[in-house]
């Protein structure tokens, strides 16, 4: 089916270790963004793609590592894991505004990750 | 100053009211702008989208900018109880000819019977 999708959907995992949390879609959107939801704070960007092989940091991308080898996915990994990034975390995709004229983004179901 | 502004809320209106929903933005040259519900333990859903100055209707509805002011608002019309959820405005950022959305913390709206 088309859409966005992330994995997995609840993870659970302790400090210090590594973690990938993926993102793919299947609609070719040129832009790809990871944000965190914690209470208080609403949606922060960590990082985001423009396009394959290009990649940015946004608010808040310490402790957090992207890459974007293929348009469809943009796996987030965590290095070394700590308490603080128990978060709810967002994959959302969007065309690039010079080609829709907006940059509208559809996210994914999102991932719970807690950090023990 | 944060990039985008929201008032948290909770803001309470009976059915059948209007909600209204007010959102800051600090970058004057942002150019699009969105409006997403987002119901408790689900992802953000977009509503609205509005790119120039003015208002703009999409049944109940309305998004409303003004950019010299930096201001962009939602009007919920007829509020019924399954819009009680948090409202996200998000703005378009460029920089370096690339785009990133940003995010205000959202309102939280209550509609009750």
């Known amino acids: 089916d088309a859409g966005i999708t992330q994995s997995p959907r609840y993870k659970i995992t302790e400090t210090g270790r590594q973690v990938t949390l993926m993102c793919h879609q299947t609609?070719?959107?040129?832009?790809m963004f990871w944000y965190r939801q914690d209470l208080g704070h609403g949606l922060r960007l960590i990082y985001y793609?423009?396009?394959?092989?290009?990649?940015d940091k946004g608010e808040v991308p310490d402790g957090y590592v992207v890459s974007r080898s293929k348009t469809e996915n943009f796996p987030l990994t965590l290095e070394s894991a700590t308490r603080s990034q128990t978060s709810v975390y967002f994959c959302a995709s969007s065309e690039s505004r010079a080609r829709s004229g907006g940059t509208e983004a559809f996210f994914g179901q999102g991932t719970r990750l807690t950090v023990v | 100053q944060k990039e985008v502004e929201q008032n948290s809320g909770p803001l309470s209106v009976p059915e059948g009211a209007i909600a209204s929903l007010n959102c800051t933005y600090s970058?004057?040259?942002?150019?699009?702008f969105f409006w997403y519900r987002q119901y408790s333990g689900k992802s953000p859903e977009l509503i609205m989208s509005?790119?120039?100055?003015g208002d703009k209707e999409d049944g109940r509805f309305t998004a409303q900018l003004n950019k010299a002011s930096q201001y962009v608002s939602l009007l919920i019309r007829d509020s019924q109880p399954s819009d009680s959820a948090t409202y996200l405005c998000?703005?378009?950022?460029?920089?370096?000819?690339?785009?990133?959305?940003?995010f205000g913390t959202g309102t939280r709206l209550q509609v009750f019977p």
């Open positions: 970058d004057r040259g942002s150019q699009s």
């Open positions: 793609s423009a396009a394959a092989d290009i990649t």
């Open positions: 509005i790119y120039s100055n």
């Open positions: 609609w070719s959107h040129s832009y």
């Open positions: 998000a703005v378009n950022k460029n920089s370096y000819n690339t785009d990133k959305l940003i």
